[in-house]
């Protein structure tokens, strides 16, 4: 799903209201009214019904509805005391769907703390659901509470995430690279518990679409390169074309496959037996949408796409490559970063690829500001996260060259240092650490926090 896809789309949220007769549900469904026109006001799609549910047969025919408009979360709103198997009813009928129960408290009305008997009967279904071992989060609070509007807010983007994830396509190029185990995945498990699927293309695939890329539709995208991002001087012609024909040979596989990620294993049938790195045409298709990893690192890949569906944003990565005074990691990669996400885009860009192989780099630094970074790795059973948050700094180039971010972490770097999951971290402009401790709750990943 493009950029601009992930910003625009609103998560679609189903909502029901349960109650019971004898208690105020007048007064209940005031509330839940509140909510819906507050959680429209924060960008969710919420597919509200008009009936206030008081019956087993209405709780599950109204949950089945809901259910068949393909939303990502339903919400039930606790609207007074009930008989809990009625609300039971409404949620076997969805067991699919990640589930948000909302009990009221106490309200004054007329100087008088008023009750629908709405947290008693909330109180119940929680340790209810917990025991069924159900999925589901659970907020108190009324619909004017800014915060607890906002915990249902990312609740709602964590599960319009893990359906993303589900529904998600990874073009997987070659293989990991380099022997290195982390990069390595368990297909089967990876689609059952986080989503994914993986679609793998060989390396001669690509090359073969690339040398059947006529020199003059290479020429022209090159000039629409050159009019969209700073080139450094001394990047020959030459170097261009070939790039660009590695970008055009990804589209018609990204295209042919209905991919949402691309992965290539670039060392060394790319980089050295070619002879071009495939850096810089990843770099632009990220910055179109397209998340992009590389060295076949698959966990990474997932962890970008993750970052990418709960922020709607480029998502770059790098290795760990320094710890510095302060609190500081260093990350830098081999040549990826997405273009837009440059500290200083009109003298940062495409460069000559240095000292080892040939081809072009994205030669950026990436822009002070809050990040996130993780990496997702594991197999059945043994899924982890490992998650940080910090500062993005103003930094330098890796040896003069390289793309690199510089962050200063909330937490002990030492600490971050002890849990590594791999050289591969995912960086995210934006604080999403509670969205990601949501989801590793609901696809059952162990988070580890530094």
Known sequence: ?????CAKRRPKVGFMVVCQKLYPFKKAREFANIAVKELEKRGLSIIASQETVFDIPNAQRIARELWSRDVDLLIIFIGTWFEEPTLIAAVQEVKDLPLLIWGIPMYLEEGVK?????????????????????KFKFVVG??????????????????????????????LIGYASMGMYPATFDHVTLREQIGPEVVHVDTYSLIKKMDEI????????????????FIEPDVPQQDLVVATKIYLGFKEIIQEFSLDALVPKCQYELSVDYGAVCCVPLSIL?????????????????????????????????????????????????????????????????????????????????KPGRVTIARLEGRKGTYRMHIATGEALETELRQRFFPATEIALDG????????????HYTVAQADIKGELLELCDLLDIKPIVT
């Open 1 to 5: 799903m493009s950029v601009l896809e």
């Open 114 to 134: 008023e009750s629908t008997g709405s947290l008693p009967a909330a109180a119940i279904v929680r340790v209810t659901l917990e025991e069924m071992g159900r």
């Open 142 to 171: 009324l619909p004017s509470d800014s915060e607890t509007l906002d915990e249902v807010y990312r609740y709602a983007k964590t599960a319009s995430a893990t359906k993303m994830l589900r529904r998600a396509r990874v073009g």
């Open 214 to 229: 006529p020199e003059e539709e290479a020429l022209e995208q090159v000039q629409r390169f050159c009019e969209r991002y």
């Open 286 to 366: 990220a910055d179109e949408g397209i998340v992009c990893a590389c060295e076949g690192d698959i966990h990474l890949a997932v962890t970008m796409m993750i970052f990418h569906f709960l922020t709607g944003k480029p998502i770059y990565y790098g290795d760990v490559l320094d710890i510095r005074d302060g609190n500081r990691l260093y990350l830098s990669s081999c040549g990826f970063a997405p273009l837009s996400l440059a500290a200083e885009p009109e003298k940062m860009g495409i460069g000559k690829h240095k000292f080892y192989f040939r081809g072009l780099r994205s030669g950026i630094t990436l």
């Open 412 to 423: 002990d770097i030492d600490d971050f240092i002890q849990n590594l999951l791999s050289q």
